[in-house]
C-alpha cells in the first residue's frame, strides 16, 4: 500500500507536468502541441511503473479483491494530493499558467454534469487502450495518440482536471463535484473494455 500511494504520488507530479506544459502551449495558442507534449505525463509514468489511476482502474476489471480496491483507492489518494501541491505550488511560480487555469476551469464548471460524465467516459476508455497497449507490447504508440486525442477532444480526465483546478487555485463545492463526476466517468470507462472482453470469453 505504501509503495501505490508513493508511486501514485510521483504519477501526480508527473500529471502536474504535463497540464503545465499544456496551458503554456495552449495559451500562446498552440493547443496542438500541447496536447501532443502532455504526453510526456503518461510515457514517464508507464516507463517508470508509477500508478496512475485511470490506467490502473479499468484492471479492477479482473483483480477486484479487498487489496486491489484499497490500493486503487490508495493511489487515487497519491494521484490527488501530488497533483494539488504542485498545481498551487506552480500557481504561484508561474502567474500566466494560474491565469489562464481560472479560465479554463470556469469554462469546465459551466458544463452540463451528464456531459461531463459521458467525456470522462471516453477519456477512460483511451486512457485504458493507451496504457493496456504500453503493458502488452510495451509500445508507446498508444499514448502518444490517445492522450492528444482526448485533449483535442475536450475529454475531462480527473486526475489532470486536480491539477488545474489546484493551479487555479480554484477549490470549491461546485469543484468537488465536477471531480467526483470526473473520477467516476473515468472509471466507468476504463472498465468498459475489459468488462466487454470478459464477457466474450465467458
Known amino acids: 500500500m505504501k509503495n501505490a500511494f508513493l508511486n501514485s504520488f510521483l504519477a501526480g507530479v508527473f500529471i502536474s507536468i504535463g497540464g503545465t506544459v ?68 506552480l500557481s504561484y511560480a508561474l502567474p500566466s499558467v494560474h491565469a489562464f487555469a481560472i479560465t479554463m476551469c470556469e469554462s469546465k464548471l459551466q458544463l452540463n454534469l451528464l456531459g461531463v ?32 486525442v482526448f485533449i483535442l477532444c475536450a475529454f475531462e480526465h480527473s486526475i489532470a482536471d486536480m491539477f488545474y483546478f489546484a493551479v487555479a487555485r480554484a477549490f470549491t463545492f461546485e469543484y468537488l463535484l465536477f471531480i467526483v463526476i470526473v473520477i467516476i466517468g473515468n472509471a466507468l470507462g476504463g472498465m468498459l473494455i475489459p468488462f466487454v472482453q470478459k464477457f466474450v470469453k465467458q
Do not use: Q, R, W
Request: one cysteine or more; hydrophobic letters at 60%; a positive charge.
Open 22 to 89: 499544456f496551458i503554456s502551449l495552449a495559451s500562446a495558442g498552440n493547443k496542438l502541441a500541447g496536447a501532443i507534449f502532455f504526453a510526456v505525463a503518461l510515457l514517464s509514468i508507464c516507463i517508470l511503473g508509477l500508478f496512475l489511476f485511470t490506467g490502473k482502474v479499468g484492471y479492477i476489471v479482473e483483480d477486484h479483491s479487498k487489496n486491489a480496491v484499497l490500493a486503487l483507492l490508495c493511489g487515487l489518494g497519491g494521484n490527488f494530493i501530488g497533483a494539488t501541491l504542485f498545481g498551487v505550488l
Open 117 to 148: 460524465l459521458l467525456l470522462a467516459f471516453m477519456c477512460g476508455i483511451l486512457m485504458y487502450t493507451a496504457v493496456h497497449i504500453y503493458k502488452c507490447t510495451k509500445s508507446i504508440a498508444g499514448i502518444v495518440f490517445c492522450v492528444p
